[in-house]
């Protein structure tokens, strides 16, 4: 068994496993990259928590500087956002309009929040809200997201990330399933004053799960281009 961050409660990171994905998403990686010259994706990170220090925003900064090239990262704000409000849609405030406008113009999500009473912090389910709305034109439809949680406590905030995955289904959204990220025990002492990430093994599980959600998003927007009718209409 590989050797796993001891705070977490269940990453599913056996080495049993982590080859099953490994194989299944090679050839299909390769013959895209063949097509596209594996061509980035926009990635949308929310963070959940809105306070200022927030350790899952650290966590966030932390996972920008490591994914795989093939992914570009941008947080996106959701502080500013009014309580959702069907009312509201009939002349949309600002910043309504600007976060549908850049979740839209984006390819994937990750969201990476901490648990608040066993669920979704009250921002994040009110970003969910905006996004999904005017009912018909949700922004979050089709793109493949993953979920990291984390919090001081030792549970990692697992009530939270699946209660957040529930909404994803409804949403319409391909949710990555392995690794899971249940990340407890998180704290300021685990990043240095640049921000990086100062503990080995969370650095190790964190650039893991990178390379699994850059795999995931590119094997999901590979799938649907090879699903496209054949433009030629020779239906070869």
Known sequence: MERIHPAVVACRAESGRF???RRILAQPLRKASMN?????????IIVGSIREGSL??????????SVPRSLDCQMLTIHDLPLYDPDLDRDPP???TRFRQELAACDGVLFVTP??????PSALKNAIDV????????AWAKKPAAVITASPGAIGGF?????????CVFLDMPVMQQPEAYIGGISDEKFGP???????????LIGTIGEAFAAWVQLIHAGRAALQPDPSGSGA
């Open 19 to 21: 080859p099953s994905w």
């Open 56 to 65: 899952n925003r650290k966590l966030a900064q932390a996972i920008c500087g």
């Open 194 to 204: 640049d921000g990086a990430i100062t503990d080995e093994s969370l650095a190790n």
């Open 159 to 167: 009530g939270c990330n699946h209660q957040l995955r529930q909404s």
């Open 131 to 138: 996004g999904s709305r005017p009912y018909g034109r949700s």
């Open 94 to 96: 600002a910043p309504y």
């Open 115 to 120: 648990e608040y009473n066993r669920g979704v």
């Open 36 to 44: 596209n010259q594996q061509s980035r994706h926009r990635i949308a």
